[in-house]
């Protein structure tokens, strides 16, 4: 269905915003108003040792794969096209970890639907798991409705054929750069952080772009790309109430339409971005994503807690992408503020589709080669897929045991 038609569709009347206490007190959404995935499917004690598991698998999977990176490490100054291939296996695996732990704690319908832009690039196994066929170089845009966004896009990247959920890189805020273990993984990962200040920004994206574009030569002298998928989040930060206020204001600053579902994009680092990898990147996917059960005028915020999703048994019901190609030779990246009207003419279509699914409680049906909605559920292929997770490192400590247990042998001769 085209934007065009979403213009036809009469809007749903308005449904109360929720009366959400302070955000302070999340724990105060649980009892005071209706929650889209019913009541706790998990008492106190249940959801205590819940967590506990949670930790204790995520926590242990972090420490691994850490020390995998830094066991890794001296490989930057050996061979730098080996460092980054070492790295992509970590990273892929911390993909499964996210896919497992969403599996286990918080399983959730995923509903995929897109235009014509991406026809034939979705298709169903026999076992009811999707596969998207994207290309291995991609810049992937979408609103940022919940801090887990990251997640279920990151399976995405699993999904794909061939699997690409080693070969992610996401722009963070800098402040996690701080965070023991995950913010020094992130930068073995190759993670862009930001300070959100141009000045300061600019060359680090310089750099990191710069070395995501860099052509490598095989054995038999080839060129080649290294395969990347870049994330980026336009907004800035996820949708909330005071991420609205500061876009409405900005939109009447600008003198524009403030968007009804979303807040305003900005601009000037997805243009720098698809600048510097312009002759690299062909496509920038763009996806919408809306959680099932959030009402208007409220924000996913507010519900889908990481206490609520992954310890109370209350994950949203359902998770739905509507997905749109674009491609770089047709925008105008050759003028900052013709981009910038390009870009929010294009989150005006994503509040179109957005009041559709608040409306009808669905995007538009598919465009995209298969009748109607994907349903599918976020899971890996093969149920011990997440002991891979401990393959490298476990490989590591019997190579250690191994030249240890020669040296003795040695001593003892």
């Known amino acids: 269905m ?32 209706a929650h889209p995935s019913g009541k706790e499917r998990h008492g106190t004690v249940v959801s205590y040792l819940r967590a506990l598991t949670f930790a204790v698998y995520f926590t242990s999977s972090c420490v691994a794969l850490h020390i995998t990176q830094f066991l890794g490490a001296p490989l930057y100054w050996l061979n730098r096209d080996l460092y ?23 399983p959730t319908t ?7 832009s991406v026809a034939g690039q979705f298709s169903l196994t026999p076992d009811g798991r999707v596969q998207c066929s994207f290309p291995e170089r991609l810049v992937m845009i979408a609103n940022h409705q919940i801090y887990t966004d990251w997640l279920y896009l990151w399976w995405v990247g699993y999904t794909n054929v061939p699997s690409m959920h080693g070969h992610i890189y996401i722009i963070l805020k800098e402040s996690l750069k701080w965070i023991p273990i995950i913010g020094p993984g992130c930068m073995f990962f190759g993670f862009i952080f930001m300070s959100r200040k141009m000045a300061t920004d600019q060359p680090r994206l310089a750099h990191r772009l710069g070395k995501l574009r860099t052509k490598h030569t095989d054995p038999d002298g080839e060129e080649f790309l290294n395969p990347m998928w870049l994330l980026l989040f336009p907004e800035g930060t996820n949708l909330s109430n005071n991420g609205r206020v500061k876009s409405a204001k900005w939109a009447e600053k600008i003198g524009v339409k403030d968007p009804a579902h979303l807040m305003l994009p900005r601009s000037t680092g997805t243009f720098f971005c698809l600048n510097e990898l312009k002759g690299t990147v062909d496509y920038v996917y763009d996806c919408t ?11 996913g915020e507010e519900y889908f807690t990481l206490a609520s999703t992954y310890f109370r048994g209350r994950p949203p019901k359902s998770v739905n992408f509507y997905w749109r190609r674009f491609a770089l030779a047709d925008m105008p990246l050759d003028d900052q503020e013709e981009f910038d009207r390009w870009l929010r003419a294009r989150w005006y279509e994503k509040d179109e589709l957005l009041e559709q699914y608040v409306s009808t409680g669905r995007f538009p049906a598919n465009g995209a080669g298969i009748k109607g909605h994907i349903e599918t559920e976020v899971r890996t292929q093969y149920p011990w897929e997440f002991l891979k997770v401990f393959v490298m490192l476990g490989g590591f400590v019997l190579i250690f045991k191994f030249i240890l247990n020669s040296i003795n042998r040695l001593i003892g001769l």
């Not at 809007?11 to 649980?30: F, I, W, Y």
């Open 84 to 106: 980054y291939a070492y790295m992509a296996l970590p990273k892929q695996s911390f993909g499964l970890v996210v896919t497992t732990m969403t599996h286990w704690w918080a």
């Open 289 to 299: 994503v809306a959680y099932e059960g959030v009402p208007r005028g409220g924000y």
């Open 2 to 33: 085209a934007t065009g038609e979403l213009r036809q569709r009469p809007a749903a009347k308005d449904v109360p915003a929720p009366n959400l206490s302070a955000g302070a007190s999340g724990q105060q959404e649980d009892t005071k108003i």
């Open 110 to 116: 995923i509903r995929i639907s897109g235009d014509a």
